[in-house]
């Protein structure tokens, strides 16, 4: 089975800008849930998708928004860019039952210039 | 909300020596979740505790959750620079229905040879 995969790798934009990142899940699972990464607040939930359905829902503001599609492929988008939006973006996937292990994709790593 | 602690948050050791990182929730632990993260990649997991006094091991890494289910501790035996990297651990929010999955602030390993 293929891992999780996310895209871009890297990406660079300016402030103001707006950026919409990818997430290809595990054949087979429903759930995606992606969760922003930074040194100084750690690993943050931002938001799950669970058959094209947000179910859960992280503490940021409405510039981050996401859907899922009916392939269980989810994107993830963020406007008007700031500077403490410079992150690792990692997206996971699992099959969306409690006490399930999430898999991680590599990340999107996004600089804010 | 629930909120997890990690001690320490680094640790530098000779190869060879043990160690153990500790994972503290401010609630009851229904699903922990241990991670290992190199730098700047996704999450890779370890293992996963749901007992109160359950204890896995995996090669040289051994994970226990206490009775009270509050606290959980990583256990590396025999440290090898390939076990450098960021321990994260993982709780499932809420046991009454599915939520999402929140991260302690992860503990840095680094191993010397």
Known sequence: KAGVTQTPRY????????????????SGHRSVSWYQQTPG???????????E???????????FSGRQFSNSRSEMNVSTLE?????????????????????????????VL | SQELEQSPQSLIVQEGKNLTINCTSSKTLYGLYWYKQKYGEGLIFLMMLQKGGEEKSHEKITAKLDEKKQQSSLHITASQPSHAGIYLCGAD????????VIFGPGTSLSVIP
């Open chain 2, 93 to 100: 929010a809420f046991k009454t229905s599915y939520d999402k």
């Open chain 1, 41 to 51: 607040q750690g690993l943050q939930f931002l938001f799950e998708y669970f058959s």
């Open chain 1, 53 to 63: 359905t947000q179910r859960n829902k992280g503490n940021f503001p409405g510039r």
């Open chain 1, 83 to 111: 500077l403490g939006d410079s992150a690792l973006y990692l997206c996971a996937s699992s099959s969306g039952r409690q006490y399930e292990k999430l898999f991680f994709g590599s990340g999107t790593q996004l600089s």
């Open chain 1, 11 to 26: 990406l660079i934009k300016t402030r103001g800008q707006q950026v919409t990142l990818s997430c290809s899940p595990i």
